[in-house]
């Protein structure tokens, strides 16, 4: 069964760190490309940060670079999003998705969330003093 699964959410104040997990079972995520997404109350899901499965690539949309970092260790069929200097802003349900590198990671940043082919449940991130 295919499945992705998310944790490390949490409420932290600003300023704060966390780091999110996305764990992977029944398919390899190195054949992937994945991605990290949010949604908040009102507004789309939003492309956050992308990485290639098997090349070194990434994409970060403006709001978060120099903030935040995606990883992958592919040994624990794992991407992990490292959150730094947290803003009240960065506040909602983050996701992660799995699509075939079809596209660059910047398309399926910006692509149509619908279009990506797996995604886990989300974890809640609150920034908040």
């Known amino acids: 069964q295919v499945q992705l699964v998310e944790s490390g959410g949490g409420l932290v104040q600003p300023g704060g760190s966390l780091r999110l997990s996305c764990a992977a079972s029944g398919f390899r995520l190195d054949y992937y490309n994945i991605g990290w997404f949010r949604q908040t109350p009102g507004k789309e899901r939003e492309g956050v940060s992308c990485i290639s499965g098997r090349e070194i690539s990434t994409y970060y949309t403006d709001s978060v670079k120099g903030r935040f970092t995606i990883s992958r260790d592919n040994a624990k069929n794992t991407v992990y999003l490292q959150m730094n200097s947290l803003k009240p802003e960065d506040t909602g349900v983050y996701y992660c998705?799995?699509?075939?590198?079809?596209?660059?990671?910047?398309?399926?940043?910006?692509?149509?969330?619908?279009?990506?082919?797996?995604w886990g449940q989300g974890t809640q991130v609150t920034v908040s003093s």
């Open positions: 998705a799995a699509d075939l590198p079809v596209t660059t990671v910047q398309a399926m940043c910006l692509m149509n969330p619908s279009s990506l082919g797996y």
